[in-house]
């Protein structure tokens, strides 16, 4: 078989603001394979099917000048994220032709085909719930992973307590929504369109409000104190819970979008001591091994019987990788971004 | 025996910036009380002795418009501190005269006698140990007790790691430098004049300077990172310590100076999930009496027997308490600030 190509999304230029296809991610069409011969090293050769988009992504794009110590893409380089592939060949005995395989993060996913050594953290997918493969970046993945291990790890809380959640219609927040109610809390919730709203409010939310409409201090003095928040955001928002914190609040951080694209300040530091604040940030990779075999044994079951729902937005096409990106930023995508890459088989 | 003046620091104006003596708080002596007549109410009179001006004062003293939810001083009455108090009369079965109690935040003790109901947190002061009065608002008393609380339920550390703390020349920062030492941590430590420096200097800290001169970000930067920070200021130090954060650091906040005077943004609040950190803040009432025991039969033995050191810094006369409040504000004080309101007999 002849060589084919080969299209990646490279990292083109750190981001200031949000990040601009074509600018700060570049797709490029400028290498090929040849799926017969590329060796393999013995590694594994896989045709990506799903990519992940996440917010989080936009926080690997920053000035390197001013962000000592973080770990950012490399620049010229394929982005990392996380990605369903099936297997076209191995070299790995672990693997089969035919393996669905979940990689996640550190991988050079933004490729239609890779070379892949199989040295990395990954996830062989059994799927015997058969559930649809991009879920398992989702719901089912990392995103799902992180509502699940940061609530079973962080969350602390008193039957009835009331407990409020930004960006609740991803699949970070709709998954944590369902884990609170499950539990017994009282549910306020924000999201940024009505269609998020309405999906909000279906998964038994009490109190949802659209955050572009409505002032989220005054829904928090209403409705508050909080003892939990869930906090994605930061900046602001964070200081609006925190001045309608009840004493004791904990707040689980996994997510800082006021910091990524126009940093956002804090100001209300001394509510943190004042209302005996608790404050949890984690990364799910840090705190996830304990918990995987149980997210395992009941997510999957959980969406094919209807229970647990979420909503994904699935773009064709790797080449619309970067204005996904920014969509995503921009919270203008409905459920949890997904690019399809190629078919499921 | 006549009536005699019973001079009162009033709470006047709240703040905005830095509490003015003679505007935000004023002396007055427009009372007078007689000691032999003036009715008990089941209570006892109490001759103050020595009164703590403690930073956190400040934080009472704010706008009660743009601070829902905030205790704060009454205006036009005795503002409210902690203080050491011999009993001249008692109609109390707990309490006789010559008994020395510390009066614990809710009592009005910004006067030279009060009849006090007894009914407010309080604790009788033995005092076997024969330590100076004073340093039971001090060392001994709910600053020692910040300190000694805070690192007993919250210092999460494995031996040798890298700890922080700011304004570690007071009563509670060289009391947890102390702590901290003992414990086996190095410690890096920042204090505001070449006399305080020395001071912890001499406490065994093994990175000390002065933050006036010398740019906390840079020592940080070259000393970290920080794997567990003592929080008395917020803002950019808060942010100074996040952007030299070991992963897992731990945040201890009971202070927050940063936000009394001056509000003063953070920016960082990305690297709290970045860094997997965990952030504690509490009021030591709080938390306290599950420690309160332990802490009176250690600390004043220790202090007597010269192994825990302090430093205090004592102004005559409750007519100066305005000024102090002032000065500690600006870190102009060296030790622990008390007014003596009167003399130990």
Not at 45 to 62: E, G, N, T
Not at 81 to 92: A, Q, W
């Amino acid at each position: 078989m002849a060589p084919i190509k080969n299209g990646r999304v490279l990292y083109n230029e750190f981001a200031t603001g949000f990040p601009i296809p074509g600018k700060n991610t570049v797709y490029d069409t400028s290498q090929t394979i040849d799926l017969d011969t590329v060796p393999l090293n013995g590694g594994v050769l896989l045709k990506v099917l799903y990519l992940s988009v996440d917010p989080y992504l936009r926080f690997k794009m920053r000035d390197p000048k001013v962000e000592k110590n973080i770990p950012q893409f490399k620049l010229g380089e394929p982005i990392e994220s996380s990605g369903v592939g099936i297997v076209l060949r191995s070299e790995n005995p672990v693997y089969k032709a035919g393996d669905h395989i979940y990689i996640i993060l550190c991988c050079r996913a933004h490729l239609h085909y890779i070379v892949w050594s199989a040295d990395k953290q990954s996830i062989l997918l059994e799927n015997k719930e058969n559930i649809p493969w991009s879920l398992y970046i989702g719901v089912a993945g990392l995103p799902g992973q992180t509502a699940y291990c940061g609530w079973k790890k962080f969350a602390k809380f008193n039957k009835g307590d009331t407990f409020f959640i930004t960006t609740a219609a991803g699949p970070v927040g709709a998954t944590v929504v369902q884990l609170a109610k499950a539990d017994g809390l009282r549910v306020i919730a924000s999201a940024g369109s009505k269609s998020k709203v309405d999906f909000v409010k279906s998964l038994g939310a009490d109190v949802v409000f659209n955050y572009k409409e409505t002032d989220t201090r005054e829904v928090l003095a209403k409705e508050g104190p909080i003892n939990l928040y869930w906090d994605h955001v930061g900046g602001n928002i964070t200081d609006a819970v925190l001045e309608n914190a009840a004493r004791g609040l904990t707040i689980i951080v996994c997510g800082s979008i006021s910091s990524y694209n126009n940093p956002s300040p804090m100001y209300r530091h001394n509510l943190i001591f004042e209302r005996d604040v608790t404050i949890y940030g984690f990364m799910v990779t840090t705190i996830f091994v304990p918990y995987l075999a149980d997210f395992y044994n009941e997510i999957p079951k959980a969406i094919a019987s209807g229970k647990l729902k979420y909503r994904e937005q699935i773009t064709q096409g790797l080449e619309n990788f970067g204005q996904v990106l920014f969509d995503v930023q921009k919270g203008l995508n409905e459920g949890k971004a997904v690019i399809q890459v190629a078919k499921d088989t």
